[in-house]
């Protein structure tokens, strides 16, 4: 038995406590969403400054919030996703203007914002926009709910928020006059620092991988005993893929890229004949400005771009099949909010909107990731009314100081959120408070004492309904995951049997074995630190990563070789299997 076999999960999962507030790393590219929404909410509320109607702030907020989206993204999917983003926020923003103006039942406002946030979150997880995610379209559109309102003013309103939106546009695609591939690049280096470390780490000479492929037994293809750090550089490596295939067109750029990830797959199938030096080095000059480091096409390398062109013709996975795995999410999205806001309305808190966002902003791929943000979210939020209460008498001293305030806590908020979530709330608590005054000043310690409460309201309520909505096809979802592990990798193994595979087929096939392990490694994280849930196949989880990535490292071998053992002797799929 591998030491990789994990011990019996059981069926209860312990909440951890240790771990959650320590800081990380920042962000790659921290400055670039902490410069964007200064650049995006700047000019609008200082011309509403300039014009003495900073009461429709909030309005354009909407707009300029859109900034925050799809920074990692190609510029040519950023353009798409970014649209989408407004319309997205756009749109919450017409159905919480348009209910404010037809009723003030206070019940019906808390109601709508859950279905809202539930929508929401479900839309941002099932196309995967990252972060900020929901968050930031249910801050706008449940505030906006009770935000006084007529009919009449609702186009107007709109049209502001559009506007903003707009120049967040702009703002987001800027950056491409000048660096045109800068998203690509940083993912590809990602890519080949995720493979040098798996190389330096796991490789233990020249030769000895390829020794071992002539060994007949489980673990001569592949070193199988950190199954985790392989998985986190194939994940990287195919999240750079997926970033080129967002591109498109084929540019000579592109093609340079490419031929770089190929460098890294060669490397995470063989680490002991890598050269991790060599691969840092590229890297580092991808995140320079200079031009993308040429390379000589490996053996095979032509084909492998072919596969990649053929994956370009496959049709996405529908978008109505992902929103239908996110329901129970989806669920304790909509039923926590709603409880949340009804709780802060019996406590009669004048702001239930704070309770029913906090709760949105819980919900994780699991209970223990929910448990988790939800003390991150407590922490930030009662550091951040401190700061509050700190640089209230400096807001209130003129509007153009509130105004540079909120966009201090802005940049702020994005510069330190990739550090650690509470981190980040720290800026984002007094941005937030700071937001309510444009229309007209309020008592700081109203203002203190409602978000504390409704922080902790929405934050106990909201854990209590992940932990009532459990999640109980969580490993459902991993039987699927291993059924498309399998097929994959006996499709890749049937074509290693051929002597000459379809030009493309069997590169092809590499990629959507290594996306399928994506999926599987994802799955199987997200089960785990689920509440109360049955027995999880761990073992045939680890099997099926341990065969399908042998499968991988042969038909990297077949394009430098021409010559790599047949199907049944190296990628397991005939002998093993991984049904158990």
């Not at 591998?2 to 999960?9: D, F, G, I, N, V």
């Not at 240790?18 to 590219?29: K, M």
């Amino acid at each position: 038995m591998s030491s990789a076999t994990p011990a019996p999960t059981p069926r209860a999962r312990r909440l951890p406590l240790t771990g959650v507030l320590r800081l990380g790393r920042p962000s790659d590219i921290w400055f670039k969403p902490a410069l964007s929404v200064v650049a995006s909410v700047a000019p609008p509320n200082l011309t509403l400054l300039a014009l003495g109607r900073l009461d429709l702030a909030m309005y354009t907020m909407a707009g300029s919030l859109c900034a925050l989206y799809a920074h990692n993204k190609p510029y040519a999917a950023r353009a798409r996703a970014l649209v989408w983003v407004v319309l997205g926020m756009v749109g919450g923003l017409a159905v919480a203007l348009v209910t404010a103006s037809l009723t003030t039942d206070a019940v019906v406002l808390v109601t709508v914002g859950a279905a809202l946030a539930a929508v929401q979150k479900g839309l941002c997880d099932a196309t995967r926009i990252g972060p900020p995610g929901n968050v930031v379209l249910t801050f706008i559109s449940s505030a906006s709910l009770f935000a006084p309102q007529t009919l009449g003013q609702v186009p107007g309103h709109l049209a502001l928020a559009v506007a903003a939106g707009a120049w967040a546009w702009l703002v987001c695609m800027a950056p491409g006059l000048v660096r045109p591939y800068g998203p690509e690049r940083r993912a590809t280096a990602q890519a080949l620092n995720a493979a040098a470390a798996y190389a330096a780490a796991h490789g233990t000479g020249k030769g000895h991988a390829r020794a071992r492929a002539d060994d007949d037994s489980p673990r001569a293809c592949a070193d199988d005993d950190h199954p985790r750090a392989r998985a986190a550089a194939a994940a990287a490596i195919h999240a750079a893929w997926q970033s080129l295939l967002a591109t498109g067109t084929p540019t000579p750029p592109r093609r340079a890229l490419e031929r770089l990830l190929v460098r890294a797959e060669v490397a995470l199938a063989a680490p002991a004949d890598a050269d991790p030096e060599r691969l840092g080095t590229w890297a580092h000059e991808l995140r320079s400005r200079g031009p993308v480091p040429q390379t000589d096409a490996p053996a095979g390398a032509v084909a492998e771009l072919l596969g990649v062109d053929a994956e370009l013709a496959t049709p996405a996975r529908p978008l109505w099949t992902r929103l239908g795995r996110l329901t129970p999410l989806v669920l304790r999205t909509a039923l926590g909010c709603a409880l949340a806001g009804y709780a802060s309305l019996a406590l009669g808190v004048g702001r239930p909107y704070w309770a029913l966002v906090t709760a949105a902003s819980l919900y994780q791929a699991n209970i223990t990731l929910t448990w988790s943000r939800g003390v991150q979210r407590v922490v930030g939020n009662l550091a951040g009314v401190l700061v509050f209460a700190a640089v209230a008498p400096l807001a209130h001293a003129h509007p153009t100081a509130l105004v540079l305030c909120c966009l201090a806590f802005g940049f702020g908020a994005e510069a330190l959120i990739s550090r650690n979530y509470w981190l980040g709330s720290v800026c984002v608590t007094p941005m937030a408070l700071l937001i309510t005054e444009f229309a007209r000043a309020q008592q700081p310690g109203e203002l203190i004492t409602e978000r504390v409460v409704d922080t902790l309201v929405g934050a106990l309520v909201g854990l209590v309904a992940a932990a009532a909505v459990t999640n109980r096809r969580a490993t459902d979802r991993i039987e699927e995951a291993l059924a498309a592990v399998e097929r994959a990798g006996e499709r890749a193994a049937h074509l290693l049997a051929e002597p000459t595979p379809a030009p493309g087929a069997l590169e092809s096939a590499h990629r959507a074995l290594a996306a399928a392990l994506v999926e599987l490694r994802a799955t199987a994280d997200a089960a785990s630190g689920e509440w109360w849930q049955r027995a999880l196949p761990q073992e045939r989880v680890v099997l099926a990563e341990q065969s399908g990535h042998r499968t991988l490292a042969a038909t990297v071998r077949r394009q430098e070789s021409h010559s790599w053992p047949t199907a049944d002797r190296c990628t397991g799929w005939k002998t093993e299997g991984v049904r158990g």
